[in-house]
């Protein structure tokens, strides 16, 4: 496959307030989207720095992914998104490749976006997603 | 401060070869530098990902600052670079704010970087450089 670039940068954090002013104050980021999604369990923001985005997601409760997380690895870098043209070609791609996919079919991201998890496994212990605009 | 943008994603491995064939094969990475730095410890590589880029890093030995994060975390990401235009002015501004500097003095990075990282404690969790071309 051939990425058009690194569409985010996922970062777990304990609280999301503190977290956008963190980032507003240290790295001048500007807040993109801002929606809390109660079917992933999350409270998540995007924001820019110039060009470059950082999707800080904190969890709604323990028991969701970004809780789990936390409890195992305390906050700090969770995945990062590389920018596909077409989701579901690349997925195809990626599992006749034999790479280990933790979502097989697109589906719904945050901020309207389609998206799938590749395992750390394939990527030397990196999370990456994939995404499309949906 | 106000980041020009996310320099690099700083992503520790266990061997640079095998990692940029996984990058060059599942997201298309093209090689842009390489270097060896014993002086740091780390064979690295710059690859880009349509204008966004990833540095992997390979430990030389073990008792080396990447070889020590693999023995202790695995691999995976290690750090976030953001881009300044003035690194110096970039840290008096942090130090003044109480933000905890890992480098309070800019020094020399790879690939003919000036740079300086920030403690993670002072960035939810995640290991950040600040970066300017030297």
């Given at each position: 496959?051939?990425a058009?670039?690194i569409?985010?940068?996922?970062?777990?954090?304990d609280?999301l307030?503190e977290?956008?002013?963190?980032?507003a104050?240290?790295f001048?980021?500007?807040?993109?989207?801002r929606?809390?999604?109660?079917d992933?369990?999350?409270?998540?923001?995007?924001?820019?720095?110039?060009?470059?985005?950082?999707?800080l997601?904190a969890?709604?409760?323990?028991?969701?992914?970004v809780?789990?997380?936390?409890a195992?690895?305390?906050?700090?870098?969770h995945?990062?998104a590389?920018?596909v043209?077409?989701?579901?070609?690349?997925?195809a791609?990626?599992?006749?490749?034999?790479v280990?996919?933790?979502?097989?079919?697109p589906?719904?991201?945050l901020?309207?976006l389609?998206?799938?998890f590749?395992?750390?496994?394939a990527?030397?212990?990196v999370?990456?997603?994939?995404v499309?605009r949906?």
């Amino acid at each position: 496959m051939r990425a058009r670039g690194i569409h985010h940068l996922g970062v777990a954090v304990d609280d999301l307030d503190e977290a956008l002013a963190t980032y507003a104050r240290l790295f001048g980021a500007a807040l993109e989207h801002r929606e809390a999604v109660p079917d992933q369990g999350v409270d998540a923001a995007a924001v820019l720095v110039g060009q470059d985005r950082v999707e800080l997601l904190a969890p709604l409760a323990e028991e969701t992914p970004v809780g789990r997380f936390l409890a195992e690895r305390g906050p700090g870098m969770h995945h990062v998104a590389y920018e596909v043209d077409d989701l579901r070609s690349t997925l195809a791609d990626l599992a006749e490749q034999g790479v280990e996919l933790i979502d097989s079919e697109p589906r719904e991201g945050l901020f309207g976006l389609e998206v799938a998890f590749v395992h750390p496994h394939a990527v030397h212990g990196v999370l990456a997603e994939v995404v499309s605009r949906g």
